[in-house]
């Protein structure tokens, strides 16, 4: 099965806010390929909804995976109930393409770790 | 001078979202002691108000240090405007603490890498 993967960013009306999401997104393209795609929960463009119809589109009727990984440090309500609504939705509308909600990135030991190390080297510096 | 490093988190009303960054301060806590600390700008408790309100009271009239560390992954409006009006505010209610708002971790190329690698270990998984 074909997959895609989708990292999650929160969204914003602010081009300056979106800048670093989007320079994130063409790295990783770059690096893995155009199956790694960008989508925002919300306010500004690609939304979620309309990476995955993209996405469930180009797929015909072949099935289809997608993984969300969202670009979150911690799962709040957006996470628990907004985006598994959407996903809810998305999945009834395009039923060969199975979607997955990812925990995010936050809960990850790695970043985790890179933020403790950033906070530590910053308060090395101001010491 | 002495000084303290405040991690400034969004904040939410949520208790789910806040219990991550609450771990984070206690882990920098006890690897680099109390002067790290961790504040909110708006929705929860401690707000960045209540921290540098609390530093300030501790340092009596003695100068004091206070470094803004946002986690944050991008700097939209929060960080471009309402986060400098706040701090501009306690600084003129504060004069002996100088407060310094610093990029957010987001900003810091060790965090981009990781972001990256967590993006990539998934895509290995899912391919």
Same mark, same amino acid.
């Given at each position: 099965?074909?997959?895609?993967?989708?990292? !999650?960013?929160?969204?914003?009306? /602010?081009?300056?806010?979106?800048?670093?999401?989007?320079?994130?997104?063409?790295? !990783?393209?770059?690096?893995?390929? /155009?199956h790694v795609r960008l989508a925002y929960?919300?306010?500004?463009?690609?939304l979620l909804e309309e990476v995955v119809e993209d996405v469930a589109h180009q797929a015909g009727n072949t099935p289809h995976r997608v993984d969300v990984l969202p670009l979150f440090f911690a799962a709040g309500r957006h996470l628990r109930q907004d985006v598994p609504a959407q996903l809810e939705a998305l999945n009834a509308q395009f039923p060969h393409v199975a979607i997955e909600l990812l925990p995010p990135v936050g809960q990850h030991p790695a970043f985790v770790n890179v933020v403790t190390d950033i906070v530590a080297e910053r308060d090395d510096m101001s010491a």
């Open positions: 099965m074909k997959n895609t993967l989708v990292m !999650l960013a929160h969204g914003s009306t /602010d081009p300056a806010w979106q800048a670093p999401f989007q320079t994130l997104e063409t790295q !990783l393209q770059e690096r893995l390929g /155009d929960m919300e306010l500004c463009s690609p």
